[in-house]
């Protein structure tokens, strides 16, 4: 098996060593391809001059190509070692080539897509030197400042995609790849320096909510502002908004943690009751209205009858909610709009009644826990009880999980099931909060499904393009780790899925288990149903699929599983919020097997049969 090589970026000033350290990290090969990428028509002697002295220096083991055709000078030769010098020459070519000095927009975003996709296509080693800009003040030229901006767009668009990001300060060299990733803000409209994002490789630019724009500023991105949510603990007492679910004070059990062995591993799941069903269909035949005419309704009918074994079914009186919460570590490379923290200060607000989660679910009666899977910070001890570990692993690199984790992960999720189900549940949803967990679910899917990255990627919380190119390389790094987990759900939850899915898979599961319905949400829900049903085969039939979700993934999804969903909102919200959408409409079809009339009560005729002759021929 041959091993991937490394990408590395290299960034640093003037001077700084950075073209030297590049070539210390490639000394070990035999021959370099070095693709040069500064002018070469020119009559300054003294920069003629220095290129002939870098040239010697390096000697006979480097092939010199002089280019501007990055992209397909590294999809010429993907497994060669090669170093790239320098990515400022190579852009200020591609400014001249378009004349984009003095254009009005500039839009460099097609580009360095393909620059950024013949990179993460790249199977050898590759070093790409670039200059780090804009430490000095504001160039007075626009020229000057148009370069500066989209030299910053382009180095953090290829850090992305790269394995390593180094900078040289001063002849020492600053390990950056583990560091955060700051999350970029969108474009000003109309400012011809920010105009890198402006291609929508799947569809609009949106805004992204809690985050400015400083009009007029020049400056680099900086981090988004944390929302205001307050850490409060759920039992102090708050004026609530009539017409919304408080999360109940005492969590979802606080029984001992569950046994994990053989967490993943569940007995034959029995269908919903035919025979039942049947009953139901012929009980629709005789409600007054022309038979199928209450369309998908009817059969959602037929379906809570099934599942509960009883025609006419029960009233469905117990709805609940229990929300998955857990950080992933592929947050910290840029995947979301939003910074991880949003994911605690989310879990307060739910605690406290004032997210759509707990709005939506007061519409039906349904009550609404949460769990903390995977925090990345503490929350109070009631909503702790299953905490597998603060943040899954990055997937890019790393296990999100150990296969001990995800067995107790999977457990608590069927423990938590139980519980609610011995406690009087008649309804289970799912629901999830995580910021950077549509990463991992477009993983899964991609990975079961056999899709692209590109065909699972999604806007998740609503990234703009560069985050959409380092979400897509994240997703494409994810699914080349948990391609040998295809057919493992266990290994492949430890290896790209993380607490919260692998909790949300028992309870799906589980739920299968204790012949109890189950409403899908949105696409991380159904990335964890994809593994139960590969956990527990048959489980799919006791699942309703709520909604539609605006990811890719999430269609993909749904069709894997065969489930057609009840309703199309276009949200991407999570918590359950889709699943609580649909709820209304299934307990409308309870009532109406449990509260129409029939034709004989009602005195209505009914549709005469097709060979019964009418009793006199119209006149
Ligand atoms: O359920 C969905 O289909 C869905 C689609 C987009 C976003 N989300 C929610 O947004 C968060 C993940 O989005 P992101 O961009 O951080 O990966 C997480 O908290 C999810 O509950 C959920
Ligand atoms: C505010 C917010 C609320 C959410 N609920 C589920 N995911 C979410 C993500 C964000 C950013």
Known sequence: MTTRGHRTLILGGVRSGKSDHGEDLLRAHASVRYLATGPTLTTDTEWTARVERHRARRGDRYTTVETTALADELRAHRDTATLVDDLGNWLAARLDATDAWSAETVDRAGENAELCSAIGGFDGDLVLISPEVGLAPVPPTPAGRLFQDQ??????????????????????????????????????????????????????????????????????????????????????????PTGVVRVEADGPGDRP??????????????????????????????????????GRLEELGVWISACQGVCPPRPITAPTVVVFAGDHGVARSGVSAFPPEVTVQMVANIAEGGAAVNVLAARSGARVRVVDMAVDADTPPQFGTYKVRRGSGDLRVTDALTVDEARQAIAAGRAIADDLIDAGADLLIPGDLGIGNTTPSAVIVGT??????????????????????????????????????????????????????AAMAGYLAQAAVRKTPAILDGVVVTAAALIAAELAPGATRWWLA??????????????????????????????????????????????????????????????????????????
Request: with cysteine; net charge negative; proline share 11%.
């Open 448 to 501: 079961l499904a056999r899709r692209e990255p590109v065909e699972v990627v999604g806007r998740g919380t609503g990234i703009d393009d560069l985050g959409w190119m380092r979400k897509t390389a994240a997703i494409r790094d994810g699914m080349r780790r948990a391609r040998p987990h295809r057919n493992d759900p266990l290994r492949l939850l430890a290896a790209v899925g993380g607490a919260d899915l």
């Open 257 to 294: 943690r569950p046994d994990p062995t053989d967490a993943e591993v569940f007995g034959p799941i029995d269908p919903p009751d035919e025979a039942i069903a049947d009953e139901a269909r012929a009980r629709q035949l005789t409600l007054t209205k022309p038979a199928g005419s209450l």
């Open 151 to 240: 030299l910053g767009v382009l180095n953090a668009a290829v850090a992305a995609v790269c394995d390593r990001v180094l900078l040289v300060v001063a002849g020492r060299v600053i390990d950056l790849s583990d560091a955060a990733v700051v999350t970029p803000r969108p474009s000003t409209t109309g400012d011809r320096m920010a105009t890198g994002s402006s291609v929508t490789p799947t569809g609009s630019t949106e805004p992204v909510a809690a985050q400015t724009v400083s009009p007029g500023s020049a400056a680099p991105s900086v981090p988004a502002a944390p929302i205001p949510v307050p850490v409060a603990t759920p039992s102090a007492p708050v004026d609530l």
């Open 546 to 619: 709520g909604h539609r979700s605006a990811e890719p993934a999430h269609s993909i999804a749904l069709e894997y599983l065969d489930l057609e969903p009840v309703v199309e909102f276009s949200m991407r919200l999570g918590e359950g919020t889709g699943a609580l959408a649909a709820l209304p409409a299934v307990m409308s079809a309870v009532d109406v097997l449990t509260s129409m009339s029939t034709f004989g009560e009602a005195g209505v005729s009914e549709k005469p049969a097709p060979d019964d002759e009418p009793a006199e021929a119209p006149a």
